[in-house]
């Protein structure tokens, strides 16, 4: 008794150890999966500020660069400049287009430095039509007479679309947010020609400082180096180089922190654009960083060309972690805790209860599985009574043929005999001679008619065992045998070959078996309750019809299903089908337990057994049984 207390609080101790463990470890992954969700709802936040930020930026952009481009004096300037440049022979043009390139650029010169200065503007660029021909940059006003048609998809689109674009975009200078509109002249009879378009451009870094003024990110626009090499001007590129704003593949656009993020490139290598932790500046704080594809204009357009870029944003998750790890500290004292105080709890109890509580349970479980046993074993018997009939049919058949066989083996050992007989009488006998005793007893018919006989007979002989087999094999009874693989298509088949006597005559069996998992079962039991569905399948159909069965797998369960042409239920005996006892058939025809014990056993597998029927339209029984640990 000792021994069997020590034992049970032996495996009490490790259960609890095991679940307290589990609980820790669901609690951990739940608090770290809450954790990094956390990080990454606010890193999403932070990304879904900056672009809107960006899209509010192009607005802003587009309607500076279209009040500005609906001044009249701006349109005569632009249009003659057009006209000069084309006269002149295109390009850069000559002196005539140099005057009304002066001309425009004293216009809006002193609206460009307050425009400028109010809304960060950092260029602000005159295009003329056809295409995309440089006439002014206000930014930069020695710059000019240069094409961007294949650079500016934005001025280009806009200059074939007739209306305003936005986006961002890598340009000769500057890599800008840029807003542009198409710029049209009207000299008040004709309709409004288009003579170009007007550019309007911001940075990054003031846009990104913004941000971190208000949110405490970090962020960076990183551009890819080799896309940037096909777009801008030589010396700019060199600049960029010599102000170090190229690392490795990238070129830094704008950040808000550039020792940070030089920091945060050397050590972050990871490509992912979920969020990661790292330590990025010499503090040793925890930052979590979130990267996001950057796309520019032409890229927002055609989903088949490469990103421009990317952003990174970072913010400080040092606290965040702290809490994280105080947490789990806690966790794993209180862990502790528990395990001691379980412990002591289960060691008590056990010293008082635990021998007359486990002798209680057992004799209730030997009871109880007593019980079962004698339902299962009468209700069985019930079944095989049942057969017994068609059985006995099954097997008189082969026996027959076999009897027979053996009454003409008897006659032809007698002319056997005979023929034996008479050669020791006419010993010794020529050729002729005993080809003529042979035909005269028939000896080579009876020597090949043997064979088949022998061949009939164990054919026979077969067939009665192996339907003994199956009947054996559904009447034994080991309530306990439930670890067997059973393969439930070959389980129908051996209760179909068993009830055949009692379908052969009512209905036609369709088969339509699936491919499905073994199955860890009592096959028995389980044929058991294939017979009884088919027996009362077959009963329900009054003349002859159908007995549809069918096998598959769904959602980790197999699901079988018989169904029947016959006459159907009302709501009221589906209701009370498988209450012990309930029966609709004739007295002394049926003891109402067949369907209660089907219940029972496919309840024993944690499965379910449901009927589907209507008057007139035949019964389907579903049964579901799980695979799990199968």
Not at 62 to 80: G, H, I, M, P
Not at 158 to 171: A, C, D, H, K, Y
Not at 553 to 559: F, K, L, N, Y
Request: with cysteine; proline share 2%.
């Amino acid at each position: 008794m000792y021994l069997n207390m020590k034992k049970i609080f032996l495996i009490g101790s490790l259960l609890i150890l095991a679940v307290i463990t589990v609980f820790v470890w669901l609690n951990y992954h739940s608090a770290k999966k809450a954790f990094y969700k956390n990080l990454e709802e606010t890193g999403e936040r932070r990304a879904q500020e900056l672009f809107l930020a960006i899209d509010m930026t192009e607005n802003h952009l587009q309607q500076l660069a279209t009040l500005l481009s609906s001044e009249k004096e701006v349109q005569n300037l632009l249009k003659a400049g057009r006209d000069a440049v084309i006269k002149e022979g295109g390009g850069p043009g000559g002196d005539l287009s140099e005057h009304y390139r002066k001309a425009l650029f004293d216009t809006v010169k002193s609206r460009w430095a307050e425009v400028s200065s109010i809304y960060s503007l950092r260029q602000l660029h005159f295009l003329l039509d056809p295409g995309a021909l440089s006439f002014l940059r206000v930014h930069n006003p020695d710059k000019f007479g240069d094409r961007l048609d294949d650079i500016r998809h934005t001025i280009a689109d806009s200059t074939r679309l007739l209306q305003p674009t936005q986006g961002f975009e890598v340009g000769r200078i500057y890599s800008d947010i840029r807003g542009v509109v198409p710029v049209f002249w009207d000299d008040g009879n004709t309709e409004k020609t288009l003579i170009g378009t007007l550019d309007a451009g911001t940075p990054f870094s003031l846009l990104l400082k913004h941000l971190k003024q208000q949110s405490g990110a970090d962020y960076a626009v990183l551009l890819n180096l080799d896309i940037v090499k096909t777009k801008v001007w030589p010396e700019s590129l060199q600049k960029l180089k010599e102000e170090g704003q190229i690392v490795g593949s990238y070129v830094i656009e704008a950040t808000t922190d550039t020792n940070a993020l030089r920091n945060l490139l050397t050590n972050l290598r990871d490509k992912k654009q979920g969020v990661v932790l790292c330590e990025c500046n010499k503090r040793g704080n925890t930052h979590a960083i979130k990267r996001v594809n950057l796309r520019d204009y032409q890229g927002t357009i055609d989903s088949n060309i490469p990103d421009i870029g990317e952003i990174i944003i970072w913010f400080d998750a040092t606290n965040a972690v702290n809490n994280f790890w105080s947490r789990g500290r806690f966790i794993i004292f209180y862990w502790i805790l528990g395990f001691i105080f379980l412990e002591a709890l289960l060691y008590f109890s056990l010293r008082g209860v635990t021998i007359g509580l486990h002798q209680t349970i057992n004799d209730q479980r030997l009871e109880l599985e007593k019980s079962l046993s004698l339902a299962l074993f009468s209700e069985k018997m019930a079944s095989v009574g049942q057969l017994a009939a068609g059985v006995a049919h099954e097997i008189n058949n082969p026996i027959g043929f076999v009897s027979s066989n053996l009454s003409s083996l008897k006659k032809y050992m007698a002319k056997l005999t005979d023929f034996i007989a008479e050669l020791q009488r006419s010993s010794p006998v020529d050729t002729e001679t005993l080809k003529a005793i042979k035909k005269t007893h028939k000896v080579d018919f009876i020597l090949e008619d043997i064979n088949d006989l022998i061949t009939e007979s164990l054919d026979g002989t077969s067939r009665v065992s192996e339907i003994v087999a199956d009947l054996k094999g559904f009447a034994h009874q080991d309530p306990d045998d439930k670890n067997h693989q059973t393969n439930l298509n070959d389980c129908i088949e051996q209760s179909i070959k068993l009830t055949h006597n009692e379908l052969k005559y009512k209905a036609e069996i369709i088969k339509d078996y699936h491919c499905i998992p073994l199955l860890k079962c009592n096959s028995n039991q389980l044929s058991q309750v294939f017979v009884n569905l088919l027996v009362n399948a077959a009963q329900a159909i009054e003349n002859h019809g159908t007995i549809h069965i069918s096998t598959q797998q769904e959602d980790g369960a197999i699901v079988i299903k018989i169904k029947d042409s016959g006459c159907g239920m009302d709501k009221e005996t589906i209701k009370n089908l498988f209450t012990p006892f309930y029966t609709t058939k004739e007295v002394g025809k049926g003891t109402g337990l067949g369907l209660s014990v089907c219940y029972d056993i496919i309840k024993s597998y944690g499965g379910t057994i449901e009927a589907q029927s209507a008057p007139g339209e035949g019964t389907t029984f579903i049964i579901k049984l799980p695979v799990i640990d199968n």
